[in-house]
T-cell receptor
Framework: KAGVTQTPRYLIKTRGQQVTLSCSPI?????VSWYQQTPGQGLQFLFE???????NKGNFPGRFSGRQFSNSRSEMNVSTLELGDSALYLC????????????FGEGSRLTVL | AQRVTQPEKLLSVFKGAPVELKCNYS??????LFWYVQYSRQRLQLLLR??SRESIKGFTADLNKGETSFHLKKPFAQEEDSAMYYC????????????FGSGTQLTVLP
């Protein structure tokens, strides 16, 4: 099976812009989770989607949003970018019926200038 | 609120020596605990979970509810064990998402 695929792998934006990141889960997986990884804060949970519904949400401002499509692919959007949004954004998928075993993508590295 | 603490950012041991990576957690209910590992230039991946009570690559971890700990141990470290290790906790209900610790970078010296 192909692994979790994230695009783009790298991107550079300026403050105030918005960005959309994409994640294709492993075939058959219905749950997609997003994490932000920074040197200072480590891995922080953003949100989880299951069958097109947000099932869980972390403590991030409303500028961070996401959605999931009927084919389980997911996107996350960050609007009005700030310098502090520079991070590696990781997507992970799982079958959805149990917790814990997440299959991670390689991440999208966002740099905000 | 759920919280995972890994007190050591860096840990170095010599090949063949025992290794223990510490993990403490805070959660009011019954958590599920996991260890994830990230080898150089590879994706983050599950190493083991407490519910399975299995040994993976010689690593074991025992959930100690009294001490709220889930330390990862290996009796004889190998150079290929060098990696970043993350302890993670999953709660129940609205807290079912994985909460990760800050990670411990393990270096096994020759």
């Amino acid at each position: 099976k192909a692994g979790v695929t994230q695009t783009p792998r790298y991107l550079i934006k300026t403050r105030g812009q918005q960005v959309t990141l994409s994640c294709s889960p492993i075939s058959g997986h219905r749950s997609v989770s997003w994490y932000q990884q920074t040197p200072g804060q480590g891995l922080q949970f953003l949100f989880e989607y299951f069958s097109e519904t947000q099932r869980n949400k972390g403590n991030f401002p409303g500028r961070f949003s996401g959605r999931q499509f009927s084919n389980s692919r997911s996107e996350m959007n960050v609007s009005t970018l700030e310098l502090g949004d520079s991070a590696l954004y990781l997507c992970a998928s799982s079958p959805g019926h149990s917790t814990g075993e997440l299959f991670f993508g390689e991440g999208s590295r966002l740099t905000v200038l | 609120a759920q919280r995972v603490t890994q007190p050591e950012k860096l840990l170095s041991v010599f090949k063949g020596a025992p290794v223990e990576l510490k993990c403490n957690y805070s959660y009011s209910g019954s958590p599920e605990l996991f260890w994830y590992v990230q080898y150089s230039r590879q994706r983050l991946q599950l190493l083991l979970r407490h519910i399975s009570r299995e040994s993976i690559k010689g690593f074991t971890a025992d959930l100690n509810k009294g001490e709220t700990s889930f330390h990862l141990k290996k009796p004889f470290a190998q150079e290929e064990d060098s990696a970043m290790y993350y302890c993670a906790l999953s709660g129940s209900g609205s807290a079912r998402q994985l909460t990760f610790g800050s990670g411990t970078q393990l270096t096994v010296l020759p």
